[in-house]
């Protein structure tokens, strides 16, 4: 089962989410496409008394630590690193600065290696399944080659 399809995010845990999400957009500079996939997770997340998707996305998650969100669950970790890679692969290009930044997300989590792996396998099958409904098989493959070779 997927990580995130059963749990329910505190508002504590939808802001700092949103906050690790920003702090891998902000590696390489925030992307249109990263800026819209994470004020889209935010709004459908947020309740009526937490700040506004704009005001929250203004902040400055450059100082973000990771340790904020220790102590946290196992699903939640999971959740968090899916959340950040998923961040980091929408502007179609997932930068070693970025993997870095979310491997130390994941080690600081308690994540291993190997799970980390699996993680950043699921969101590019994904990113693959999403796309293979397009007609032009040409695009999907070079999009596939693109994406095995941020291996």
């Not at 505190?10 to 800026?35: C, F, N, R, Y």
């Not at 396998?121 to 990113?127: A, E, N, T, W």
Request: net charge negative; hydrophobic share 50%.
């Amino acid at each position: 089962m997927h990580p995130m399809s059963d749990q329910h995010l505190s508002p504590a845990q939808v802001t700092q989410l949103t906050q690790a999400m920003l702090s891998v957009a902000l590696v390489d500079g925030i992307h249109p496409a990263e800026a819209a996939l994470i004020g889209q997770f935010y709004e459908s997340s947020r309740s009526a008394d937490m700040p506004t998707t704009a005001a929250t996305l203004a902040m400055d998650a450059s100082a973000f630590d990771a340790h904020s969100l220790l102590p946290c669950a196992p699903e939640f970790a999971d959740t968090v690193v899916l959340m950040c890679l998923m961040a980091a692969y929408a502007d179609g290009d997932f930068s070693s600065a970025e993997r870095a930044h979310v491997q130390a997300l994941a080690t600081t989590l308690g994540m291993g290696a190997a799970r980390f792996e699996l993680h950043i396998g699921q969101v590019r099958d994904g990113l693959v399944a999403a796309l293979s409904h397009l007609p032009d098989a040409a695009s999907v493959a070079a999009v596939v080659q693109k994406l095995n070779a941020a291996d």
